[in-house]
């Protein structure tokens, strides 16, 4: 399809086009990636394991939208994956967003799914997902490593990295919500650089087998002072001074259902007109 062609009409019947039927609809990932633009299989599967990783942010087993299928086109090229609507859905997100093809079949997808949650949200999803995780494992080594009080502990580590703790740093943030955490209204990149400085802590407590309460809120306070200059430097700015995000995580998460469930009813819904 020649690039004066390209229009989101004509990429999302291509898209349409190049499904396939054998009791669910699917795309190979090789289809996937010539109605996107791409023609390095190496990079687009690249986009493919990204998109996978961000289930997790959207709650779903990506084994029933990731199907691992290894073949080769006509041509040559090796696919690994059968693809369902969803998961499309996910890689088209990831991929590189300065091709049209790529925004088109967006735009389109996104109508699907009556959504304008896009890669942004989704990322953010996925990075809060992963700050959980890390955190439990950051208290668990601390425990195992001799920490009496966890709160004292996490809090030098704002400190490091915001020169104030958490109870004045929500106070300095404007964050007076009752419930939820201050992660939960941060921009990706805010919770990116918490989840460097969370896991870095830890291995900076495994690496130089810190123990004791005094140590460790002191190697939490050290990283967090490390972490600061990092976010200081590349985004011009304290990491105090980084504006929270309008929606909070409860809310991209109820979004991201509906996604889910918009997206995976198209499908459905063929199925059942079809048994009619």
């Given at each position: 399809m020649s690039d004066d062609a390209?229009?989101?009409?004509?990429?999302?019947?291509?898209?349409?086009?190049?499904?396939?039927?054998?009791?669910?609809?699917?795309?190979?990932?090789?289809?996937?990636?010539?109605?996107?633009?791409?023609?390095?299989?190496?990079?687009?599967?690249?986009?493919?394991?990204?998109?996978?990783?961000?289930?997790?942010?959207?709650?779903?087993?990506?084994?029933?939208?990731?199907?691992?299928?290894?073949?080769?086109?006509?041509?040559?090229?090796?696919?690994?994956?059968?693809?369902?609507?969803?998961?499309?859905?996910?890689?088209?997100?990831?991929?590189?967003?300065?091709?049209?093809?790529?925004?088109?079949?967006?735009?389109?997808?996104?109508?699907?799914?009556?959504?304008?949650?896009?890669?942004?949200?989704?990322?953010?999803?996925?990075?809060?997902?992963?700050?959980?995780?890390?955190?439990?494992?950051?208290?668990?080594?601390?425990?195992?490593?001799?920490?009496?009080?966890?709160?004292?502990?996490?809090?030098?580590?704002?400190?490091?990295?915001?020169n104030m703790g958490l109870s004045q740093l929500k106070k300095h943030k404007h964050f007076l919500a009752k419930s939820g955490t201050l992660y939960d209204r941060m921009s990706t990149t805010e919770l990116a650089a918490n989840l460097f400085r969370i896991t870095q802590t830890k291995e900076r407590i495994k690496t130089h087998n810190i123990e004791g309460q005094n140590q460790l809120e002191n190697a939490a306070f050290k990283v967090g002072r490390t972490v600061r200059a990092i976010v200081r430097e590349n985004t011009g700015k304290n990491p105090e001074a980084l504006p929270l995000e309008d929606r909070a995580i409860k809310e991209l998460k109820s979004e991201g259902k509906k996604v889910v469930k918009h997206i995976r009813a198209i499908d459905d819904k063929t199925k059942k007109g079809k048994r009619r």
């Open positions: 390209l229009t989101p009409a004509t990429v999302g019947l291509h898209f349409e086009r190049v499904s396939h039927q054998n009791g669910t609809c699917y795309w190979l990932d090789t289809d996937l990636m010539s109605v996107l633009g791409y023609t390095d299989s190496t990079a687009f599967r690249k986009v493919v394991l990204k998109a996978i990783s961000c289930c997790s942010g959207l709650e779903i087993d990506p084994l029933g939208d990731f199907i691992r299928y290894e073949h080769t086109t006509a041509e040559g090229m090796p696919g690994f994956y059968k693809l369902t609507r969803l998961a499309c859905f996910l890689v088209t997100q990831q991929a590189d967003q300065t091709k049209p093809q790529v925004q088109m079949l967006q735009f389109c997808l996104a109508n699907m799914a009556d959504s304008l949650m896009g890669h942004d949200e989704i990322e953010r999803l996925e990075v809060r997902g992963k700050l959980s995780e890390e955190e439990k494992a950051l208290s668990s080594t601390a425990k195992m490593h001799g920490v009496v009080n966890y709160a004292f502990f996490k809090d030098q580590g704002y400190k490091g990295m915001y």
